[in-house]
């Protein structure tokens, strides 16, 4: 009889944090996930079971700003071990001040079809 | 030469004073000055590059700085009268108010209604008396992520974060994500007082490893840092002997909690409440003093920034009542916190002046499932609302209305009760 293994998440998309169980077949199929008060909290373990995504916000140096650093966020998640990729790409960007929020400081940062964005105005 | 008078002077630009001041000013009061230490506004919002920020009120994850800014667009909307890089410096009970800038120098003003929106102060290494040298490389988590992300400067490559708590947890990513080795959090709790997610997102990503029921005992260096010495601790949280473990670092952060910026209060002589460290108010914000009001993280120390903005937006409609004569000062009755409570807000009510529906704040003494929330009024029990989860991390709010509080006379209890 094939047996069922099950997995325990907690869940990042949001505050709530909830512990959602996925269960697998012998085979590392998804059989079920519950636990999740929202659709997106699925995804999330869906995704965390195949290939895990992350947002990731960092900063990049500005001239002419208020302070020596701008903050940047990506347009989308990309996936957990590109993390220190886009870090890396971010280490000798300089922009100059003024920037928008939402302005793409780099886009399509490491190939990866997501940009770094402008997380303020400065 | 007489004083110069404003209707509302709202102390402090952060989260909370940016809501207090487009509130009062959307309820019909346009007499508003908005008092800011810093260069902007924005307050510790500036620094929390994180996302995360918004989810209620704007239905996205923003950024802090991109918070930030869009609450700044509301405020630019209006005419509220904004000084930045400008410190208050005494606040009486008449609401006089004297503040510096390097523009006009020493000014004292009077408002007819003033709102406290301070903010926090982190508790520091003194606070907790960690023993031990006194070199570099100890900071405060927030300073060192002030530090690291407004100003660019890496405060340290080997890194050991002291305190469990949301800012905490969020630099031992962000210091690993710039290249620094974190070796571990201790937490002398036997259990986090951050969010899950952050455990997750944080510590897990990153095989930093948790170690609860833990602190620092020790700390070494003359110059410079050189390691750290944590211990086990028991159930009264005393370190037990034979326990330690040392760490070869650089730079200890330590995150070991928030208490409200209360030195205005203070001098001004409002009453403080002996749990929040913040002033004890009504459910209009209103401290001790008439005219008075308190809110944000100056007022306690919140989870999220978008129930920091609410209640900033409480105390701007409230003040904006005041000035217009509608709010009475009448603390008819008094909410205490019982069992499995640690506290709750406010601490009165006024019925007379009350709304028709208001909303009592309140964080739970520790970590339970299916429980019950029970406010009562003596021996009779008013409303009970039914709770998956509670947690001290994440504050609760309990709604009540006026119908259901019509006939209390006596003082009221909420307490934590199983079901």
């Not at chain 2, 924005?42 to 700085?65: D, M, S, T, V, Y």
């Amino acid at each position: 009889m094939a047996k069922d293994v099950t997995k325990t998440y907690t869940c990042i998309v949001c505050p709530r944090g909830c512990d959602v169980t996925a269960t697998l077949d012998e085979s590392g199929g998804i059989v079920s996930i519950d636990g999740n008060f929202c659709p997106r909290g699925e995804t999330y373990v869906r995704n965390e079971l195949t290939h895990p995504m992350r947002q990731l916000t960092s900063t990049v140096a500005i001239q002419g700003g208020i302070y020596a650093r701008l903050p940047v966020i990506l347009s989308a998640e990309i996936p957990k071990e590109k993390m220190t990729d886009v870090m890396n790409a971010l280490k000798d960007v300089s922009v100059n001040s003024p920037v928008n929020r939402g302005d793409v400081i780099i886009s399509n940062v490491c190939n990866l079809g997501v940009d770094v964005l402008a997380s303020r105005s400065m | 030469m007489g004083v110069i008078t404003k209707d509302i002077v709202i102390i402090g630009g952060g989260s909370a004073g940016i809501a207090a001041a487009v509130c009062a000013y959307n309820n019909g009061c346009k007499d508003i000055l908005l008092l800011e230490k810093d260069a902007e506004l924005g307050g510790i919002l500036l620094q929390c590059i994180h996302n995360g920020f918004g989810l209620h009120r704007f239905k996205e994850e923003l950024a802090g700085p991109a918070y930030a800014q869009k609450w700044v667009e509301m405020l630019d909307a209006t005419d509220v009268e904004v000084k930045t890089s400008t410190t208050v410096i005494h606040l009486s009970a008449d609401r006089l108010i004297t503040y510096v800038n390097p523009r006009e120098g020493y000014v004292t003003i009077k408002a007819g209604a003033v709102i406290l929106a301070t903010g926090c102060r982190e508790r520091s290494r003194g606070a907790i008396a960690t023993p031990g040298f006194r070199p570099s490389g100890v900071w405060t988590a927030g300073t060192a992520q002030k530090y690291i992300n407004m100003h660019g400067y890496m405060v340290g490559r080997r890194v050991f974060i002291l305190g469990s708590g949301d800012i905490g947890l969020i630099m031992a990513r962000r210091m690993t994500l710039e290249g620094a080795k974190v070796l571990g959090v201790a937490e002398i709790m036997p259990y986090s007082n951050g969010l899950p997610r952050n455990i997750k997102q944080c510590l897990d990503d990153f095989d930093i490893p948790l170690y609860l029921s833990h602190t620092v005992t020790d700390i070494k260096g003359h110059d410079r840092l050189s390691s750290i010495t944590i211990s086990k601790v028991d159930e009264n949280l005393n370190p037990i002997q034979g326990t330690e473990t040392d760490f070869d670092v650089d730079t200890l952060l330590m995150s070991v909690g928030l208490i409200p910026d209360t030195a205005l209060a203070t001098e001004a002589g409002i009453k403080l409440h002996p749990k929040t460290k913040g002033a004890v108010v009504d459910e209009h914000m209103m401290t001790s003093v008439p005219g008075i009001f308190a809110c944000g993280n100056g007022l306690h120390v919140h989870d999220l920034v978008d129930f920091v903005s609410l209640e900033g937006e409480e105390a701007g409609l409230s003040a904006a009542k005041y000035v217009k004569g509608e709010l009475t000062h009448d603390k008819s009755l008094e909410i205490t916190a019982g069992e499995g409570v640690s506290y709750v807000l406010p601490t009165y009510i006024d019925t007379k002046a009350m709304e028709d529906n208001t909303e009592l704040k309140l964080r739970v003494g520790y970590n339970a499932r299916n429980v019950r929330i029970v406010l009562s009024c003596g021996d009779r029990q008013i409303k009970e609302i039914n709770k998956l989860r509670i947690a001290p991390s994440e504050m609760e709010k309990f709604p009540i209305s006026r119908d259901e509080l019509s006939g209390c006379t006596q003082n009221l209890t909420i307490s934590v009760k199983e079901q």
